[in-house]
């Protein structure tokens, strides 16, 4: 049975259109999730919602929404407020430029979906978009009203369909910079870049997310299904931590070391070869000369 549409309308390129199908991409369905209990009755508890101020339980028909204009001090704003502000969707998702893939940052991308055509009626013309994106390697940008907000949705060929994936706006990025400005820039030679490249080179590998193991949520299931059937939990020891960890710019500092003392030894070696070499033709041109006299 196919999975039910997230959302439905009309993919528009210039004059092309045809009616596509947005289904999430992702799902915390197989996420093990707990729920707040009573201990003494083994009863599921409900939240409730309480006056910061006076402690009291807030019903439901007392809710408000209110926006902080300073501390302690709210504006309130009705709902009849909000919908005056509310974009309706037209259901169309209307293609406005396309760009090339590795131009998109990836902090910018949000929520993925997965775009299939509506029908066996829209199947050409969707086949039509998608094949002119594969051929000229680009991203479609275009505008969709999700949740009665307005989002730039990135859509590009995936598979025999389309991945569109919902775009962060500029204010909701922090600016790196003021993380990154307290980074220090310390001298590092050649050879210690060199070291940390064979280091890297020797963990290649490719993009392969069937060897991602999620082992913490493995142990939760197991956890749980031996609690289940009535089995004891029984605490792990507390690992002792390593202390004579070493970072990176310590090993490679020591790997320089190494690397020079070789280097040292084998001058060394190569000198006393010399030495040996040169003794050894004085030797025999010495040899040599008091047979001659002879």
């Known amino acids: 049975m196919a999975p039910r549409a997230y959302w439905k309308g009309t993919l528009k390129l210039s004059l092309v259109s045809c009616p596509v199908v947005l289904y999430p991409a992702t799902t915390a369905a197989e996420k093990t999730r707990f729920h707040l209990i009573n201990r003494e009755t083994g009863n599921r508890l409900k939240q409730q919602m309480i006056d910061a101020e006076t402690g009291d339980v807030v019903e439901s028909d007392q809710k408000g929404r209110g926006y902080e204009l300073r ?14 502000v509310q974009i309706e969707s037209n259901h169309t998702i209307d293609i406005e430029s396309f760009v090339p893939s590795e131009e998109i940052d990836q902090r910018y991308l949000n929520h993925p979906y997965y775009m299939a055509p509506d029908g066996k009626a ?10 002119a994106m594969k051929d000229q390697e680009r991203v479609a940008l275009a505008k969709i009203v999700l949740t009665n907000r307005e989002h730039i949705m990135a859509i590009e060929p995936l598979g025999k369909g389309l991945l569109g994936t919902t775009l962060r706006y500029p204010y909701e ?9 307290d980074i ?21 590998a490719h993009f392969d997310p069937g060897k991602f193991k999620d082992e913490y949520e ?50 060394s070696h190569a000198r006393r070869a010399t030495g040996r070499q040169r003794a050894a033709k004085k030797t025999h041109r010495s040899t040599a000369r008091h047979r001659k006299a002879g």
């Open 122 to 131: 829209a199947v050409d013309a969707f086949a039509v978009i998608r094949d």
């Open 184 to 204: 220090k820039s310390p001298k590092i030679t050649k050879d210690m870049v060199e070291l940390a490249g064979h280091i890297l080179h020797t963990k290649a």
């Open 218 to 267: 493995n142990a939760l299931k197991a956890l749980v299904k031996r609690k289940a059937s009535g089995k004891t939990i029984e605490l792990p020891e507390p690992e002792e931590r390593p202390s004579n960890v070493v970072d990176l710019m310590d090993a490679l500092k020591q790997s320089l070391k190494g690397r020079g003392r070789k280097k040292t030894a084998a001058q």
């Open 71 to 84: 501390k302690g001090k709210y504006v309130e704003i009705e709902p009849e407020e909000l919908e005056a």
């Open 173 to 181: 990025l922090r600016d790196e910079d003021q993380f990154f400005d």
